[in-house]
Structures are given as structure tokens and as C-alpha cells.
């Protein structure tokens, strides 16, 4: 059973960069056939895709976000990484991180809930 962790901080200033990290457990970042991937939702809001890294270190972005969104691992550690640069309050969300399998998220996170405020 593959389990994911999200971890970072819960309050960041505008115009500053966000950073989550994953922890994945029960299985290994690189095995083939499986992505990792960052959505989050918005307060009242639906899911949005935010990006994902492939088992070979391959990155793919939302194209809303790309200008914005970085996606790296860690391979080493088992874990994957978020940064979101320029962060408005519109940013504010709970994140997840999720493990993906023929372009669907099939194991989550619990999410973790950034505010971005001043």
C-alpha cells in the first residue's frame, strides 16, 4: 500500500515562493509505469491538475501554472517536491500530492492547507 505524505509551510507571504514536499512510502518513486503528481483546491473550488514528474524524472505542467510551478525528486529520499513562485492569495488551497497511474490519480495524500496572506 503506497502512502503519501504532503509537508511544508501552512502560511507564505504574497509574491514569495511555495514549497511542499511528498514523502512517498510502500513504494518507489521510479518504478515504471507510475507518475507523481500536485493537484490542489481552492476554497469553494474544484480540483485543479497542477503538474507531474514521471518515473524516469520527466516533468509535465498545467499550462495555466507552468510559467509558475516547478516539480523535482529526490530519489534518494523517496520523495517528491512543489514550488509555486509568486504566490497570490488566489494560491491559497489545499494541496495534494498523488500517485499516478494511466492519467488518473489513483493513491492521495490527506492535503495540506496553504494560506497565502501577508
Known amino acids: 500500500q503506497v502512502q503519501l505524505q504532503e509537508s511544508g509551510p501552512g502560511l507564505v507571504k504574497p509574491s514569495q515562493t511555495l514549497s511542499l514536499t511528498c514523502a512517498v512510502s510502500?513504494?518507489?518513486?521510479?518504478?515504471?509505469?507510475?507518475?507523481w503528481s500536485w493537484i490542489r483546491q481552492p476554497p469553494g473550488k474544484g480540483l485543479e491538475w497542477m503538474g507531474v514528474?514521471?518515473?524516469?524524472?520527466?516533468?509535465y505542467y498545467s499550462p495555466s501554472l507552468k510559467s509558475r510551478t516547478s516539480i523535482s525528486r529526490d530519489t534518494s529520499k523517496n520523495q517528491f517536491s512543489l514550488q509555486l513562485s509568486s504566490v497570490t492569495p488566489e494560491d491559497t488551497a489545499v494541496y495534494y500530492c498523488?500517485?499516478?497511474?494511466?492519467?488518473?490519480?489513483?493513491?492521495w495524500g490527506q492535503g495540506t492547507q496553504v494560506t497565502i496572506s501577508s
Open positions: 498523488a500517485r499516478r497511474s494511466w492519467s488518473t490519480e489513483v493513491d
Open positions: 510502500g513504494g518507489s518513486i521510479t518504478t515504471s509505469g507510475y507518475a
Open positions: 514528474i514521471g518515473d524516469g524524472g520527466t516533468t
